[in-house]
């Protein structure tokens, strides 16, 4: 069975930082793209950033650029999501997914976590 | 950016008919547009790749069409479990986009 568990999440001030983490078992996490997507309060979806297998393509959405990096070590089937300058307008529920084995560049979110919750308020 | 506009933003639907969700692109995006449910305190799940392919284990009264800019999401016959938010989702293009979703109540 695929499962992903998201950690990290929490309560931080604005301007802090915070590193997400999503375990992933079940399946071989290096050969998967992976992806973070997030939720505010009551909102719809909105994707923040994509990493292939092999860490070779990274990207992210404008909201998160230059504040947000996306890492994995598939030695420890682990997706990272470095938040730093955190805003008030970050604070959402934060999925990582698994992308499917389509093509590099093109593919869907085949698998969810169950999210983590980051509020940013002081 | 590829902007995804869904239609209706909700949809009241009676048990055993069709609920018919609409979702358009602001350019095309061929076949590589996703549909995804999520009922209320759970993780999206995928219902529908390619835009017309099914995922594992979901139900046939589920069927996605069209291609390019204009997509559509059908329940043949709706059941009280599919009450939810119902996302569209274009993978063609970065950043990849979401539509604003569509709410499916029971009538």
């Known amino acids: 069975e695929v499962l992903l568990v998201e950690s990290g999440g929490g309560l931080v001030k604005p301007g802090g930082s915070l590193r997400l983490s999503c375990a992933a078992s079940?399946?071989?996490?290096?050969?998967?793209?992976m992806t973070w997507v997030r939720q505010a309060p009551g909102r719809g979806l909105e994707w923040i950033s994509s990493?292939?297998?092999?860490?070779?393509?990274?990207h992210y959405a404008e909201s998160v650029k230059g504040r947000f990096t996306i890492s994995r070590d598939n030695a420890k089937n682990s997706l990272f999501l470095q938040m730093n300058g955190l805003r008030g307008d970050d604070t959402a529920v934060y999925f990582c997914?698994?992308?499917?084995?389509?093509?590099?560049?093109?593919?869907?979110?085949?698998?969810w976590g169950q999210g983590d919750l980051v509020t940013v308020s002081s | 950016e590829v902007v995804v506009t869904q239609s209706p933003a909700s949809l009241s639907v009676s048990p055993g008919e069709r609920a018919t969700l609409s979702c358009r692109a602001s350019?095309?995006?061929?076949?590589?547009l996703a549909w995804y449910q999520q009922k209320a305190g759970q993780a999206p799940r995928l219902l529908i790749y390619?835009?017309?392919t099914r995922a594992t284990g979901v139900p046939a009264r589920f069927s996605g069409s069209g291609s390019g800019r204009e997509f559509t999401l059908t329940i043949s016959s709706l059941q009280s479990e599919d009450i939810g938010i119902y996302y569209c989702?274009?993978?063609?293009?970065?950043?990849?986009?979401f539509g604003q979703g569509t709410r499916v109540e029971i009538k």
């Open positions: 997914a698994r992308g499917s084995l389509t093509t590099v560049i093109r593919y869907y979110f085949d698998h």
């Open positions: 079940g399946f071989n996490f290096g050969v998967y793209p």
């Open positions: 990493i292939t297998w092999n860490s070779t393509y990274i």
């Open positions: 350019q095309s995006v061929n076949s590589n």
């Open positions: 390619g835009a017309s």
């Open positions: 989702q274009q993978y063609n293009n970065w950043p990849r986009t």
